[in-house]
């Protein structure tokens, strides 16, 4: 079966237990909610299943083969994107220089043909600023194309990483609170493009904490507390779990 | 006039006073101070990808000069070899050199990354001097020229320009495509250069190849131009200095650097008085630029454009363009 799962994860930073146990799967053309109180592990989840972390116990799989040998940059490779709780892009590029550095993956064309000039680099940077247009302006930062990264304010930050993860033509695109810092109107906007992206048949990981924006647009919701799972369902099954409730949702 | 026209004109301009320097230059030791500036940048241009794009501070290509130029001296004197061939040779010396030295000193933090480059410059001299046999010690070693019409000043000066335009051409290459991004996005966040799925150590190590391989083939023609070579002629300062010329040039630019070298070598020739302060005049440089100019000198004018316009008034309203997006997610297979 096709997805990218981490089974049975633990993961210990001293003797701090991160992730205990923790299961979940990730399908082609789902969004899956990840949410949980601060600190719980969403992000070290999210790190594990994109390669900055090894597990302790447990495995990390893509489409039933192991990935925990291989480094963050053979994940991205196979087809993991992700973006980040703290928006990492760079600033001295433009937006659209940003959002053509995901196209790395495709980028075939070695040192001394770039060197050189040779039609595949030349030809390959015309497909890339191609596809990173097209990209800046779906996301909705058509307007800022050519302007500096540290010119952009939050909410385009968030919007340009996850154009940035969309060039490179994930399978899974993970994304660590995509909505942290955004308005009433960008989180509305946010929630149309992952409609898209996962209607374009990508696995979409959300680690969020508006929870409203969670359960309206995920099909399934994995809860973490403290390390532990403890709940995992439909939109409904979660919201209405006792547990998730007490520890999370608040009465 | 656009500003890719304007830029185009500029770099003709430019093109043509460096073609014709030899016409307008008031003496030949202009021409010499040129020729130097040419062969410093050739080293200086490919040291630009590791240091300026990827952000990779070594302070000990120095050493990679004097393998480049002991290499000529003694492939092209010593043994009487053709010089072009020697040239070629100086180049794979300091490729190799620069493998040697990347390959241990790459992983390391940026510190520790400096300071081993640093003890690579201090080993070469040492061994300059100890391997007299070969480097003539603390003689060192007369260095031939090139054949006619090369042997003289201009044609001399042009044979470096033909090689420095080639090392410029080569790096500008580099530096406006795929390549380019990902090197600056190993010198400003080493994570969000993984999660695109770039290597860092082989990207790391093969800019230092390059970067020793145009050291090599600069040392061998800063070799020729000297015409005379000693372990002093590669003291640790020099070092320095390539470093400092890119960093007050400004980071992620090849103008910038090139404007860096050109004020570095040649103020202190034409302003007496700061030939005396050596390498104090290029600290003083450099905490100029770093405190007034951190962008670099390179970026001098834009800077200066924007902070008297000001930032322009500018929209940030976030509007997505689904179907623009649905399209190009369902584009198959457009890597080229
Ligand atoms: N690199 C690390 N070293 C040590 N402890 C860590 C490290 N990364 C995370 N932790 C700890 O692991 C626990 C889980 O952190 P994690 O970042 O995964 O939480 P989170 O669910 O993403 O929280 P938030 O909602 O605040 O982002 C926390 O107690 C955190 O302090
Ligand atoms: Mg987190």
């Known amino acids: 079966m096709s997805a990218l799962e981490a089974v049975s994860v633990t993961k210990r930073f ?22 949980g109180p601060n600190g719980s592990g969403k992000t070290t989840l999210l790190n594990m299943l994109s390669g900055y972390y090894r597990p302790d116990g447990g495995r990390t799989s893509l489409d039933g083969e192991e990935l925990d040998a291989l480094s963050v940059q053979r994940r991205a490779r196979l087809g993991i994107a992700r973006t980040f709780q703290k928006p990492r892009l760079l600033p001295a590029l433009s937006v659209l220089d940003n959002a053509m550095l995901g196209c790395w993956r495709d980028t075939r064309a070695g040192f001394v043909e770039t060197a050189f000039a ?11 600023r191609d596809r990173a247009i097209e990209l800046v302006h779906g996301v909705g930062l058509g307007h800022a194309l050519t302007r500096s990264a540290g010119l952009l304010e939050h909410a385009e930050q968030r919007f340009l990483e996850i154009a940035r993860a969309l060039a490179a033509r994930p399978r899974f695109l993970l994304l660590d609170e995509p909505a942290g810092g955004l308005t009433g109107a960008e989180i509305e906007h946010l929630g149309r493009i992952v409609g898209t992206v996962r209607e374009s048949g990508i696995g979409v990981l959300l680690v969020e904490h508006h929870t409203d924006f969670v359960f309206r647009i995920c099909g399934r919701v994995t809860t973490l507390d403290r390390g532990r799972l403890i709940k995992h369902g439909t939109p409904d099954e979660v919201r209405r779990d006792p547990e998730v409730v007490r520890v999370y949702l608040g009465a | 006039m656009s500003t890719n026209a304007r830029n185009l004109a500029l770099a003709a301009a430019g093109a043509l006073a460096l073609l014709t320097l030899p016409y307008w230059a008031k003496d030949l030791y202009w ?20 240091t300026g794009y990827a952000g990779q501070l070594s302070i000990g290509h120095v050493g990679l000069l004097a393998v480049g130029a002991y290499g000529f001296a003694i492939l092209a004197g010593t043994h009487g070899l053709d010089p072009f061939l020697s040239l070629l040779l100086c180049g794979a010396l300091g490729g190799i050199a620069g493998l040697l ?29 100890a391997l007299g046999g070969l480097t003539g010690g603390g003689t060192g070693l007369s260095v031939p020229g090139f054949p006619s019409p090369m ?36 010198r400003d966040s080493e994570v969000a250069a993984a999660s695109a799925g770039i290597g860092l150590f082989r990207l790391k190590l093969t800019v230092f190849v390059f970067s020793g391989i145009t050291a090599g ?3 061998g023609l800063f070799a020729s131009l000297q015409s005379y070579i000693t372990p002093d002629t590669f003291v640790f300062e020099i070092g320095l200095f390539f470093f400092v010329c890119i960093i007050i040039g400004g980071r992620g630019t090849i103008l910038g650097p090139f404007i860096g070298t050109v004020i570095l070598t040649a103020l202190p020739e034409i302003v007496a008085p700061l030939a005396k302060l050596g390498a104090f005049f290029y600290g003083l440089m450099l905490l100029i630029v ?17 902070r008297f316009r000001g930032e322009p008034h500018r929209s940030h309203e976030v509007k997505p363009d689904l179907p623009r997006l649905a399209s190009v997610l369902a584009r198959k297979e457009d890597a080229a």
Do not use: C, Q
């Not at chain 1, 040779?118 to 890339?128: C, G, I, S, V």
């Not at chain 2, 290459?173 to 991004?181: D, K, L, P, S, T």
């Open chain 2, 217 to 219: 083939i600069g040392g």
């Open chain 1, 118 to 128: 040779l039609p595949r680099a030349r030809r390959e940077e015309k497909a890339f």
């Open chain 2, 31 to 50: 021409l010499h101070l040129a020729t130097l500036i040419g062969a410093y940048w050739i080293l200086i241009a490919g040291l630009n990808l590791v």
């Open chain 1, 14 to 35: 001293g003797g701090l237990v991160a992730l205990s146990d923790v299961s979940l799967d990730l399908r082609p053309g789902e969004v899956h909610g990840l949410i």
């Open chain 2, 101 to 129: 030295l990347g390959l241990p000193s790459l992983r390391l933090p940026g510190f520790y990354f400096a300071m081993a480059t640093m003890a690579f410059a201090l080993i070469v001299t040492e061994l300059s001097l």
């Open chain 2, 290 to 306: 770093v405190l007034l100019i951190p962008e670099g000198v390179g970026r001098l004018v834009e800077v200066l454009i924007r």
């Open chain 2, 151 to 186: 042997n003289s000043p201009w044609g001399y000066y042009w044979l470096v320009l033909a090689v420095a335009a080639g090392v410029t051409w080569l790096t500008w290459n580099v530096a406006r495509f795929m390549w380019g991004r990902a090197l600056i996005a190993i």
